[in-house]
């Protein structure tokens, strides 16, 4: 079993940035990626990006490419989701997921976070 918590979500104005932690507890000596979900008030959960665990491989949904990164700390077990120029429409709950394989489905991924709040508003 791999624990997830995410953290570093709040409130910001357009424009602006925050950066998201997730930290990994439990079986992590496995090789899992890691990628970041978000799911918006009635809307279902969308794929933002992921990271393979050996290699410097990562993905993006095309309406974050150029604004996030994420990133991998394996000796630590933490990722982070660096958001900048945040818009309106990513205001969703953000959450961390683990699996086998760096994909774009969530059903690829076993592990969750409970996910944290993001807000862009001005």
């Known amino acids: 079993q791999v624990q997830l918590v995410e953290t570093g979500g709040g409130s910001v104005q357009p424009g602006g940035s925050l950066t998201l932690s997730c930290a990994a507890s439990g079986r992590t000596n496995s090789t899992y990626a890691t990628a970041w979900f978000r799911q918006a008030p009635g809307k279902e959960r969308e794929f933002v990006a992921a990271i393979r665990w050996r290699t410097v491989s990562t993905y993006y949904a095309d309406s974050v490419k150029g604004r996030f990164t994420i990133s991998r700390d394996n000796a630590k077990k933490m990722r982070y989701l660096q958001m900048n120029r945040l818009k309106l429409e990513d205001t969703a709950v953000y959450y961390c997921?683990?699996?086998?394989?760096?994909?774009?489905?969530?059903?690829?991924?076993?592990?969750w976070g409970r996910g944290t709040q993001v807000t862009v508003s001005s």
């Open positions: 997921a683990a699996g086998a394989l760096a994909s774009q489905r969530d059903t690829e991924y076993s592990y």
